[in-house]
């Protein structure tokens, strides 16, 4: 796999290793812009909605995007399956959280031109278009997808694949990504979003995922032979075996990963036992908020 900055030879090179890939850059960047600019006139039209806590959150989501794929842990990830798998957490169990956090529908919407949010709107208003998001972020869907994009991704072949070009590692990315969003945005719900499930559903949808990534962890710890060819032959850093890396790779994955699921598992369970004080009665439609007059 070509990088921009190029493989990492030595710890020397580690703090140079920054890959400014436009394909990453542009769109971090354009969608930092759109929301910073969506959230200020957002927070100033419906008050009480929007505070920098959404604010924090969307914008240290696309900081973990970044970190996951511009910083050197992008040129550490061709050497060390332990960097590889710090992005992978990054891309699926970090950032889009966060950046639903930000709840962030409404102000990407209005940061967007007049006449650009306009047409946006007409084509959300769609009924093919409605009905496709419909069955898109539903939740069965969105729990499968994150699932096979999980287990596909990580059979050697296609792992390997990914290592070796750029254009398999930018897909296998973006499908741990786009999948990941749709797989957190029935967990954290933010507004505008409606609840397809009961809110206690979405404890064993969290349970079973965790289970999956134990299991992928666990193999990944206690296997006796390197699992990945492609670290097998690669220039080893550290003095860290193959099967050193991916045991410790295994441990990463289980442990942050597993408190990933976990602590969502608490919060949600905290609120279903709590007060409803959480729940909002009031929702409208993205194409109600970006045809409107602002």
């Not at 927070?43 to 794929?69: I, P, W």
């Not at 992005?87 to 950032?95: C, E, I, K, T």
């Not at 404890?203 to 999956?212: N, R």
Request: proline fraction near 8%.
């Amino acid at each position: 796999m070509s990088h921009p900055a190029g493989p990492i030879s030595g710890p020397e090179s580690i703090v140079l290793a920054w890959n400014f890939d436009p394909i990453v850059v542009a769109p971090v960047l354009t969608a930092a812009a759109l929301y910073i600019y969506g959230w200020a006139r957002a927070s100033r039209q419906m008050a009480g909605r929007f505070d920098r806590r959404h604010l924090c959150a969307f914008l240290t989501g696309l900081v973990a995007v970044g970190v996951a794929l511009v910083s050197p842990l992008d040129s550490l990830g061709e050497s060390l399956l332990l960097a590889h798998m710090g992005q992978h957490l990054l891309l699926m169990l970090v950032a889009p959280p966060l950046l639903w956090l930000g709840a962030p529908v409404a102000p990407l919407l209005l940061g967007l031109p007049r006449r650009l949010r306009r047409a946006v709107a007409a084509g959300l208003a769609l009924a093919p278009v409605r009905k496709l998001a419909e069955s898109v972020r539903h939740p069965i869907v969105a729990w499968v997808s994150f699932s096979l994009a999980f287990w596909i991704w990580h059979v050697p072949a296609l792992y390997d694949l990914a290592l070796h070009s750029e254009a398999w590692h930018h897909a296998e990315h973006a499908c741990f990504f786009i999948t990941a969003l749709l797989f957190w945005r029935p967990v954290i719900l933010a507004w505008p979003a409606r609840s397809v499930w009961p809110r206690w559903a979405m404890i064993p949808y969290l349970v079973l995922a965790e289970a999956q990534n134990t299991a992928l962890a666990a193999i990944l710890t206690f296997s006796d032979r390197v699992i990945y060819p492609a670290y097998a032959a690669a220039p080893r850093l550290a003095d860290l075996s193959a099967l050193e890396d991916q045991a410790m790779a295994g441990v990463l994955m289980w442990v942050p990963g597993s408190i990933a699921f976990v602590l969502p598992t608490i919060v949600l369970v905290v609120h279903i036992l709590g007060p409803a004080r959480y729940a909002r009665a009031d929702h409208d439609h993205p194409a109600r908020i970006a045809g409107g007059r602002t």
